[in-house]
């Protein structure tokens, strides 16, 4: 039996990671890990995230850097500081609309 799993998160929506120090916005979304077992097995095993839930492809940032980060749904938090995001690649993708939300630019990609 296949089980429907519905992702907390949306495209356009900016999260947090729960314990790295790291935000970002929402550009895709997979309904299960569909990365390489490589990467997966990368990952310390006493954290390692289960296969079994939404993976989010976020356009991302730290303090230092920006980056392109897969990120599984146990490990986000909604962002609630109200801050945009500065990743280069956010224009790219998104239009900003008067509330501060990111709205895909081209919506039939998605």
Do not use: C
Not at 70 to 77: C, F, K, P
């Amino acid at each position: 039996m296949i089980i429907a799993r519905t992702a907390k998160f949306q495209i356009g929506q900016i999260v947090r990671r729960r314990i790295f120090s790291f935000r970002g916005v929402v550009f895709d979304i997979d309904p299960e890990f569909n990365n390489t077992e490589e990467w997966w097995l990368s990952i310390p095993e006493d954290v390692r995230p289960r296969k079994d839930q939404p993976f989010y492809h976020l356009l991302a940032e730290n303090s230092e850097s920006e980056y392109v980060a897969y990120v599984s749904e146990q490990n986000l938090l909604p962002d609630e500081s109200g801050e945009p995001i500065r990743h280069s690649q956010v224009a790219e993708i998104f239009i900003k609309d008067k509330s501060g939300s990111y709205r895909p630019r081209n919506p039939s990609l998605n």
